[in-house]
């Protein structure tokens, strides 16, 4: 089975012009087929200001009205995508920006109104690799926003992990599919103060321990979670850590398996 | 030869919820394989006004600096082109949202500096319809904003008319390529003050008598010089109208051949 590398980056990244360039530098240089999963970093925040757009969290989430809807989409699937697109191009990986509307390659269901409304963010229901795969076979690059749509004509503000877990469950009965999760630190760590503590292997064995243990605690969980959900979907693995952990060798990160 | 409907639209139909919902639906339901090109509309200047942004024309041409770039990208890019592909979905139109970045489908070169500065403003260099032709062979519908790149990491805001005639005459050696513009009138009207006036057909050996005779004029100038280039690189008809022109048989219009 040939390898599909599913590559989700985040603020860190996409907020440092010279971090984003060399990432995707080296991005550009992966040989295998390849996705590409970006979020939103910090631009949506400073844009909301700027308009005296009031941004409301809960616990940690952005509550998506109309007017931020809009915004995230001018900002994720405008400015942050298309720049990453033409960017991939100059350094001749022929991308081309995907949200989820887009191939109706991920449909998602607005999030029902429980105690809290999150307004337009979607819960992922089906992800459609047809067109992607063609796009594959053509050596095209997908590089996807954290947007999605309902089928109906609503776009809907979806979770970029979740984006990028659910592309890799999608794609893994055609390729053996590899996620990476690229962030600040150097992957899952024993102790959060000490980045030599990383935890090279998780299983699915192995992970209840890490959670009994109160090792991973926080917003770890949830992305840890979606990182188990992934392998027990037949991902071949899930690794965690920083972009070096793709082109370094000797890079230390956590990869997750079955 | 297979027939390609090239529709380009522009701020009457995109800055009007109804009506673009109505064209949505009806271009949807168009079955020939088709490309949909839009402009920008009036909601980028209602941005720019926002962010106190000062929109500078010349000759009725944006000039496009930094961050009006940024901004046209987040409005042309972002929210006008995935609402559109979300609307298509919903219509069951298999959408795709292209800027020329994407599948390097169209580089342009960055316009020299003369009297005048228009900044990342760029003319076509080359139309690559490989990946396009693709997904059309895969019934998928690609629609275009009027932004391009130069292969070189740049976006450039590029005029939408000549991107819909660059793709016609791209596609001129593939398929019977009719480039229809819609805008706010019933076409080239003799007396522009009496919309029965129109001007059916127009031929390249009947034009320079209208431009002789003044009726063609100001703005419709550059608009049916780029009609006239199209019909002479093999484009098969370019046809300028009201949107209707496309669905019933009945209207008034007029139609460019060679």
Redo the contacts between chains.
């Keep these: 089975m040939k390898t599909l590398k599913i590559i989700k980056i985040g603020g860190n990244i996409i907020d440092n012009d010279a971090a984003l360039a060399s990432f995707l530098e080296a991005f550009a240089a992966i040989e295998s087929p390849k996705l590409l999963i970006h979020g939103g970093g910090k631009l949506a925040t400073q844009l909301a200001n ?2 005296g757009l009031e941004v409301k969290l809960i616990d940690g989430r952005r509550i998506t009205d109309q007017a931020t809807l ?1 915004l995230i ?7 942050i ?3 990453i ?3 991939l ?2 350094k001749n990986c ?6 989820g ?4 390659t991920i449909r998602s269901k607005k999030r029902p109104v429980t105690t809290t409304d999150f307004g337009f963010v979607g819960d992922v229901e089906k992800v459609d690799t ?2 992607l795969q ?2 594959l076979d ?1 050596k ?1 690059t997908p590089v996807f926003c954290a ?1 999605t ?1 309902d ?5 809907l503000n979806t979770n970029a992990d979740t984006i990028a877990s659910e592309l890799a469950i999608a794609f893994a009965d055609q390729y053996q599919t590899e996620l990476y999760y690229c962030f600040e630190k150097n992957g899952v760590m024993r102790d959060i103060a000490d980045e030599s503590s990383v935890i090279k292997k998780i299983t699915t064995q192995s992970y209840q321990g890490l959670i009994d243990d109160k090792i991973i605690v926080d917003g770890m969980l949830p992305k840890l979670n979606n990182c188990i959900h992934a392998v027990q979907k037949n991902v071949y693995k899930v690794c965690i850590g920083k972009p070096e952990m793709l082109f370094d060798a000797t890079a230390n990160f956590t990869t997750i398996t079955k």
Excluded: E, P, R
């Excluded at 022929?94 to 949200?99: C, D, L, Q």
């Excluded at 089928?151 to 776009?155: A, D």
């Design positions: 700027q308009l809009d989409t001018m900002v994720y699937a405008g400015k995508n298309k720049n697109v033409a960017q191009q100059s022929n991308a081309i920006g995907f949200s509307a887009d191939g109706n047809k067109i063609v796009l053509h095209v947007l749509h089928k109906k004509g609503q776009l």
